[in-house]
């Protein structure tokens, strides 16, 4: 990619994880049945909440990271996997695990739409998730 495309990239990373922090992420969390993950952040050590779409197939909790290793949510589960999910206002507790390997975009087609849709659209390093619930 040339260095202008680099900058166009880094530039819309860094408006749509601005809006998404400042606007849509505190909204969206207020929601009763939105998604979220917890993480704990591995700096502070306190809860750090990401509302983010996925679906549950049986004890496994699937999702895209639409920034992948950029993600401070990724960050704190390479940090410590111990995780939470909270899907139809119901807490799980997890193990995530991040997978490389497989296929973002396939992935993506098996997820609710609406989701898939943002991270299709603004991701620029997608990155597999897999919650395994204890519950």
């Known amino acids: 990619m ?3 495309g680099i900058m166009a990239e880094d530039l819309r990373d860094r408006i749509t ?3 998404q922090k400042n606007v849509a992420n505190r909204f969206t969390k207020m929601m009763p049945f939105q998604t979220l993950l917890e993480t704990t952040g591995r700096k502070s050590g306190e809860p750090r909440r990401t509302p983010l779409g996925g ?3 049986g ?3 699937w999702f895209v990271s639409e920034f992948g290793d950029s993600s401070q949510y990724i960050k704190n589960i390479k940090a410590d996997p111990a995780v939470r999910v909270r899907l139809n206002g119901k807490w799980h507790k997890g193990v995530a695990h ?3 390997d497989d296929d973002p975009q396939a992935r993506l087609r098996s997820l609710p739409q609406f989701n ?3 991270v299709r ?3 620029t390093n997608l990155m597999t998730v897999r919650v395994d619930l204890e519950d």
Do not use: I
């Open 2 to 4: 040339t260095e202008g």
């Open 17 to 19: 994880k601005l809006f």
């Open 55 to 57: 679906r549950r197939v």
């Open 59 to 61: 004890n496994e909790f």
């Open 98 to 100: 991040l997978v490389p």
């Open 116 to 118: 898939s849709f943002g």
């Open 121 to 123: 659209t603004f991701g």
